[in-house]
C-alpha cells in the first residue's frame, strides 16, 4: 500500500476494505470482485481485507473463523486473481510468519497496538505492518508503537485511528487524531465501521451504528486522512462477525463516489491556495 500511494497519479486516498472474517471462499471472492469493479472506475487503490481468524470475541460461542490455513489461502488466491494486496489482522507473535506467507501487509488490533513481541515479530516479517490506534492511546502515543516497528528493521508503518472509549459502551472518534498521528511521518488511515461499534452490550455482542459510517468517512477524508478503512459485506444482517457496524455492499459505490469528490475538492483547494 505504501507503495501504492507512491504511484497514485490522482493523489487518492487508498482503501482497505472487505468482510470482518473469511466465512468462505466464494463471499470473499466476491466481495472482493465488487470491490476491485468499483476502486478501479473510481481509481481509489485498493487492498482487500479480511481476518483469517477473529481472536477478541466477546463471547465464547461467537465466530471465530474457518480455519487458519484454509482462510489464508483464500486471501492469497484474492491476491493472485485479482492481482491486489491482501490484509489481514495477527494476534501474537507467533502468527506473524505464518500470515507472512499469505499476506501483503499485517494488521496489528487496537488492544494489542503495545505489545513489542507482537510488533517486532510482525516488523521482522518485511510486509507493511498496519497499527491500529488503542482505544486507551493518545494520538501521539502511537509514536512509541511504530518506533518499536522502525527500530526492529522495518519502516513500512501505517497508522489507523479507530475511535476512544467513552464510558463503557461507546466510542468517540476525535478527528484532531489524523493530524496529529501524520505529524509522526506515517500515513494515516480512518478505520469508519469500527469507530463506530458500541462494545461491551449487556448480550455479549458488540452493538454499531452504520447509518454514521458515511457521516465520519466524508469528516476524515476532509480533514485529510491518507487511507479509508471499512468493512462491508453484502448482508451485514448475516454476517457472522461485526455485521452491527458494517457496510452494506451495495452502498459502497456511492459512498467513495462522494469521498472522491471530497479529496479532489481538498486537493483543489490546496493548490489554489499555494
Known amino acids: 500500500m505504501i507503495e501504492l500511494l507512491k504511484n497514485n497519479p490522482d493523489n487518492n486516498f487508498f482503501l482497505l476494505a472487505g468482510p ?3 466465512e468462505g471462499e466464494e463471499m470473499a471472492m466476491h466481495i472482493a470482485e465488487r470491490i476491485v469493479k468499483i476502486t478501479n472506475k473510481l481509481k481509489i487503490p485498493y487492498a482487500f481485507k479480511g481476518s483469517y481468524r477473529k481472536a477478541n470475541r466477546s463471547r465464547m460461542d461467537s465466530f471465530r473463523g474457518i480455519g487458519d490455513e484454509k482462510a489464508l489461502k483464500i486471501l492469497k488466491k484474492i491476491h493472485d486473481t485479482f492481482n491486489i494486496p491482501v490484509v489481514t489482522d495477527i494476534h501474537a507473535a507467533n502468527e506473524a510468519s505464518m500470515a507472512a506467507e499469505y499476506v501483503d501487509i499485517l494488521q496489528i488490533p487496537a488492544f494489542l497496538c503495545r ?3 507482537l510488533l517486532v515479530a510482525a516488523a521482522k516479517t518485511g510486509k507493511i505492518i498496519n497499527i491500529k490506534k488503542g482505544q486507551f492511546l493518545s494520538p501521539l502515543a502511537m509514536k512509541y508503537a511504530a518506533e ?3 527500530e526492529a528493521g522495518n519502516k513500512k508503518v501505517l497508522l489507523t485511528e479507530r475511535g476512544t472509549t467513552f464510558g463503557y459502551q461507546d466510542l468517540i472518534i476525535d478527528f484532531r487524531s489524523i ?3 501524520q505529524s509522526l511521518g506515517y ?3 480512518l478505520d469508519a465501521t469500527h469507530s463506530l461499534q458500541q462494545p461491551n ?3 455479549g455482542i458488540t452493538g454499531g451504528m452504520p447509518y454514521l459510517i458515511e457521516t465520519v468517512a466524508k469528516a476524515g477524508i476532509a480533514v485529510g486522512a491518507d487511507g479509508l478503512f471499512l468493512e462491508t459485506h453484502e448482508n451485514p444482517a448475516v454476517a457472522k462477525s461485526d455485521g452491527k457496524n458494517m457496510l452494506k455492499l451495495d452502498l459502497l459505490e456511492g459512498l467513495l463516489t462522494k469521498l472522491v ?5 481538498i486537493i483543489d ?3 489554489y491556495t499555494k
Not at 261 to 265: P, Q, S
Open 201 to 203: 452490550q449487556a448480550g
Open 269 to 271: 483547494e490546496n493548490n
Open 261 to 265: 469528490r471530497i479529496r479532489k475538492a
Open 148 to 150: 518499536k516497528v522502525v
Open 115 to 117: 505489545q513489542t513481541d
Open 187 to 189: 500515513p494515516v488511515i
Open 20 to 22: 470482518c472474517v473469511i
Open 179 to 181: 493530524p496529529e498521528m
